[in-house]
């Protein structure tokens, strides 16, 4: 059999970094995507075929996208779409090129480079098309709307993807991580200051007891996994002949998958509500 090949994005650290270390130990041939040039530079001197791949940016998505066909023949078996960033904040704090500038990398950017990529697994005869998608999209937490909308809409994005798709060999599968060990949280803080008005909010208490546990050196959530976790989902989408369509990493995510089934809808609501407001208090 031939070597497979599989694009990965947002492969600077965390998840996508562990994931194209472990698929390229596996014997595949990993196309390890990153946006910043810096970050590219240090996935080639790891010995990765990297590129650079700007989710914001349609001539980056297609740039990167003629190079790997270019070097593969026009063969791409697997495509992990795992690049995205969390943008906190308040629903009522947040502007519209805020929620727009979500979307763009989240949504917008993976449906962009998806397409790009279905006609080459059509002419292939199959492939598999991998999304990672989060608890939050299909839950919601205070302070997260604009990353649980995105990450919405990426389910039922890629569910009608999948039905849309379904007489063909390329199987579409998404991964729903709980908490990850990753840069996430140091991302999400840059990305709180940039685009909220702390100061002037009614939240501000909140922002003032969430910066402090951003900026806290070992804080950790409860029942975090290393990025090990969501590899081990990824190998099974793409080698699996029945691979799932959904696959559900960490505790959490399979504790309110369930409670999401049989709780009503304000009971629910309540539990969701005591569960952020135990993630948003200060530290004793």
Do not use: W
């Not at 504790?255 to 009971?267: D, W």
């Amino acid at each position: 059999m031939s070597v497979r090949s599989v694009l990965i994005t947002g492969c600077s650290s965390g998840i996508g970094l562990c994931c194209a270390r472990g698929l390229k130990q596996r014997g595949y041939r990993v196309f390890a995507g990153a946006r910043k040039h810096e970050d590219v530079e240090q996935l080639l001197a790891e010995g990765f075929e990297a590129v650079q791949l700007d989710l914001a940016n349609s001539s980056s998505i297609d740039a990167a996208v003629d190079e790997i066909l270019y070097r593969t023949n026009a063969d791409l078996y697997g495509l992990f779409n795992n690049g995205a960033y969390g943008q906190p904040g308040a629903i009522e704090d947040l502007s519209r090129a805020a929620l727009r500038e979500q979307f763009e990398v989240n949504l917008f950017g993976t449906h962009e480079l998806t397409n790009r990529v279905i006609p080459v697994m059509r002419r292939q005869g199959g492939g598999r098309i991998i999304q990672n998608s989060s608890i939050l999209g299909f839950m919601a937490l205070k302070y997260r709307g604009a990353y649980i909308a995105s990450k919405f809409a990426l389910e039922g994005l890629t569910d009608t993807l999948r039905i849309e798709l379904a007489d063909t060999a390329i199987h579409v599968s998404l991964i729903e991580p709980g908490p990850i060990l990753s840069e996430f949280r140091n991302n999400a803080l840059a990305m709180l200051r940039k685009h909220i008005d702390m100061e002037h909010s009614v939240h501000r208490d909140t922002y003032t007891a969430v910066l402090a546990k951003l900026k806290k050196e070992g804080a950790v959530v409860p029942f975090t996994l290393g990025p090990e976790a969501v590899l081990d989902r990824l190998i099974h989408a793409l080698e699996s002949p029945r691979p799932k369509i959904r696959y559900a990493v960490t505790k959490p995510t399979y504790a309110f998958a369930v409670l999401k089934r049989l709780l009503p809808a304000r009971m629910m609501d309540r539990l969701l509500i005591f569960s952020s407001g135990q993630e948003n208090r200060p530290d004793d």
